[in-house]
């Protein structure tokens, strides 16, 4: 046997070398790559080395192996009626016979290489055209082209179908993980303190798991909707204690009674109360943010109380920092024949008071102001501290985030609402927040409004449509 090793810049380039020095029937004992040339591994060229001999044994492929005919590679693929030729040049014998001209390729033409039997070549000239003969093709790859048999290989959905659902999956693992983390961050004792104040006795029955499907796809809708943990957890106890498991099945009507119910207990809301005649006028004023609409929510009001009640009722706006919305008040009262007036300090909101003891109703607008401007609150509590209202609104917009909301409640607690409007429903695809915050600050919430129309996007609150509208369930 006789043992010699070749280098090449390339695995071609080294075959080559071999086959022209000991051969075609040379056997590979082995090859590596390496590097020459640069420092300490950086920089140089890489090289291919070939071990090989000059006799056949079991210990390596032979060059012709290493490049494989194109008999061999379309051997799963060939016709049956092939079988038999093939079975017969894989024997011994009559390889040992064929020794001298084994190497040559095999010719094959497309229609003699197809699963199940030859195809009309007129047939398959007319699926490529311009191609009107068979294209014949050698077995033999060029051994250039051994280094490049690697495929990079992408992975995929098979189809749009089970893209979606990989999506829906991967979403609903992180809405879980975001409701795991938010239970673990929060200590027990602030679910406890938020269920206590809220009148809820809250378990940690999400943390402990459990949950059937159905409930579990309920509470990421009302983790969706933002509604807070001690609520989520009172919904869905309730819920897993009243309801057998063979009604809790997903789009189960039974289902979507109970949670309607369960949830609509939870939500605090106020009935509209009516002013009798002959007794002093029922003052009732509205306060918020910048921006959530309580100009437009006290039309709505006005047109609501004096067209669809038959109230006297009374518009005076302390908001002058806005013309435009004085001229707006000032035109919604002419329309409706109501009296109107401006209060530009706390003693003319005295006098307009007492011009409207005829009234039924007097609705007083306030001017917008943000929740840090200490001073601007200030002064709008003292116009409320002359007026006195018997029910003061908070308006909170249904747009705004949970954060927010939070924090419009918390400072606006200085002016004593006892109430609260949810606003621009229509805007929002959740409402779950705004009652999140009116739970939070303990206000029942009267009115929510749902478009821009006076006085038909006004509606008095009720805690089974609100619960339908979080569960998706409104049409």
Known sequence: MNLKTFSGESMGEALSQVKRDLGKDAVILHTRTYRVGGVLGVGGRQMVEITASDQAT????????????????????????????????????????????????????????????????????????????????????????????????????????????????????????????????????????????MGLAAAPIVASGGLSDPLFALDQRLLDEGIDTACREAVIGALRTSLAASIAQPGSPALAHAAVGALARLIPCEPCEDAARGTPPRVVALIGPTGVGKTTTIAKLAAFSRLRRGQRVALITADTYRIAAVEQLRTYAEILDIPFKVALTPSDMASALASFADADLILIDTAGRSPTDAARLDEMNSFLSVARPDKTHLVLAATASATVLRRIVERFALLAPNACIISKLDESPTVGQAIAAARFASLPISFVTMGQEVPDHLEAARPELLARRMLGLDS
């Open 58 to 197: 079991s210990r390596g492929p032979t060059i012709r192996d290493r490049v494989p005919s194109r008999t061999q590679a379309l051997a799963p693929t060939l016709a049956p009626s092939l079988a038999p030729t093939l079975a017969q040049s894989r024997d011994p014998a009559s390889m040992q016979s064929q020794a001298s001209d084994r190497f040559q390729p095999a010719t094959f033409t497309r229609a003699s290489t197809v699963v199940g039997g030859p195809i009309d070549p007129a047939r398959l000239a007319a699926q490529e055209p311009g191609r009107t003969d068979p294209q014949p093709f050698t077995g033999a790859r060029p051994a250039s082209k051994i280094s490049n048999l690697a495929v990079k290989v992408e992975m995929a959905p098979a189809s749009e179908a089970a893209a979606m659902s990989l999506r829906e999956e991967l979403d609903s693992i992180k809405r879980l993980v975001g409701q795991v983390l938010e239970v673990a961050r929060r200590p027990a004792s602030q679910i406890s303190g938020d269920a206590a104040r």
